[in-house]
């Protein structure tokens, strides 16, 4: 019986081992690479009116604003003529270990970025300080990163999914940033810099996600040869001791029966 169960269980595991081994080898994950290269922006200045302009033309995931010598107790207003976008004042700060990103910190989509970040085509902050900085998400479907996964059932749709996505995040925009006093009015912002710069995203490759199927054979084997040893830990005890206890009674046996 002991024999039997051993040859199951070491014949389940070389089938389920070679099961993990065998779906490594065709998956339907995709990984996609892009530029991800920051790059600063050439600025229009009408200082003394406090304004400042600007234009996107690109797939664009980041946007960042950094001003110097600023008026203290001013508005820095930055509207997009062309299409909404994401701002929060600890955008890009770290919030504990991790960066402020708009979405959900536990998932690696843009879950919860409307509920965590505010949506519209003008935001603005209160300039407390001297320097201050100013971040923008524009696109809610471009990885921050630079790679992302997706599913697709072959290669050249996994290359269409890529190129939509980047293309889908083009969209031509006329920028205004502009300083405001306590009463609403443009202030004089002479002697203050400026410094625009974004996060723009090309791809690189598309190609199908790897992972090592000698490695994950062996891991799999190893996680059920474990299983299974747990399994058998049970029966084989009880064998052993069955079988202790018959050699022990067929002992005591021959022994009386000798006498």
């Known amino acids: 019986m002991l024999r039997t169960i051993i040859g199951l269980g070491l014949t389940l595991v070389l089938i389920l081992s070679y099961a993990v081994y065998s779906a490594t080898l065709d998956s339907a994950f995709y990984l996609a690479e892009t530029s991800n290269v920051e790059s600063s922006l050439d600025i229009i200045e009408?200082?003394?009116?406090?304004?400042?302009?600007?234009?996107?033309?690109?797939?664009?995931?980041w946007l960042n604003i950094s001003i110097d010598n600023s008026p203290v107790g001013t508005t820095?207003?930055?509207s997009s003529l062309g299409g909404v976008w994401w701002h929060h004042p600890e955008l890009g700060s770290n919030v504990g270990d991790t960066p402020f990103q708009c979405f959900a910190p536990d998932t690696s989509d843009y879950e919860g970025l409307v509920e965590n970040c505010d949506e519209s085509s003008t935001h603005s902050?209160?300039?407390?300080?001297?320097?201050?900085?100013?971040?923008?998400i524009l696109?809610?479907?471009?990885?921050?990163?630079?790679?992302w996964a997706f599913v697709a059932n072959n290669d050249s749709e996994a290359n269409q999914i890529a190129n939509d996505t980047i293309a889908d995040s083009i969209l031509p925009r006329t920028w205004t940033i502009q300083m405001f006093d306590e009463d609403g009015l443009l202030v004089n912002t002479s002697g203050m810099g400026i410094t625009v710069s974004i996060?723009?995203?090309?791809?690189?490759?598309?190609?199908?996600?790897?992972?090592?199927?000698?490695?994950?054979m062996i891991w799999g084997m190893t996680a059920l040869i474990g299983c299974f040893g747990i399994v058998l830990i049970l029966p084989t005890s009880l064998y052993l001791a069955a079988s202790a206890k018959s050699k022990k009674a067929a002992a005591i046996n021959s022994i009386n029966e000798s006498d």
Do not use: A, M
């Open 46 to 61: 009408d200082s003394s009116n406090g304004t400042y302009s600007f234009e996107t033309d690109s797939s664009i995931s």
């Open 76 to 78: 820095l207003q930055v």
């Open 139 to 147: 696109s809610k479907d471009l990885p921050l990163s630079g790679s």
């Open 199 to 216: 996060v723009e995203h090309d791809i690189l490759d598309v190609s199908p996600y790897r992972i090592d199927p000698v490695t994950e």
């Open 125 to 136: 902050i209160d300039v407390d300080n001297q320097t201050e900085e100013f971040r923008g």
